[in-house]
Nanobody, 123 residues
């Protein structure tokens, strides 16, 4: 069982930056592909980025060039660096984990979820 805890959310002005962290429990963190998703009020949860155990990455078109996903397997932590934030990035951001190397982009493909952290971007 993997437990995930996100941190780093907050309120930021448009154009600013935030870095989210997701700390994972368990000794097999490096076996998991990790993903970040977000859910805005009244909308479905959508894919943001994913990273395999070997640091291969995938991004949603809406965040390419602005967000960077990374991981530190020694610290059991995955990060999401968010730059040039826009009001439309406002959402609850959640990290997720799945066994294997597939850079999955559907929420249903992930087995473990954190509780989420709020990111609010003001205009």
């Amino acid at each position: 069982q993997v437990q995930l805890v996100e941190s780093g959310g907050g309120l930021v002005q448009a154009g600013g930056s935030l870095r989210l962290s997701c700390a994972a429990s368990g000794r097999t963190f490096s076996s998991y592909t990790m993903g970040w998703f977000r859910q805005a009020p009244g909308k479905e949860r959508v894919f943001v980025a994913a990273i395999s155990w070997s640091a291969v990455t995938s991004y949603a078109d809406s965040v390419k060039g602005r967000f960077t996903i990374s991981r530190d397997n020694a610290k059991n932590t995955v990060y999401l660096q968010m730059n040039t934030l826009k009001p439309e990035d406002t959402a609850v951001y959640s990290c997720a984990a799945r066994l294997g190397t597939k850079l999955a982009s559907l929420p249903t493909e992930y087995d473990h979820w954190g509780q989420g952290t709020q990111v609010t971007v003001s205009s």
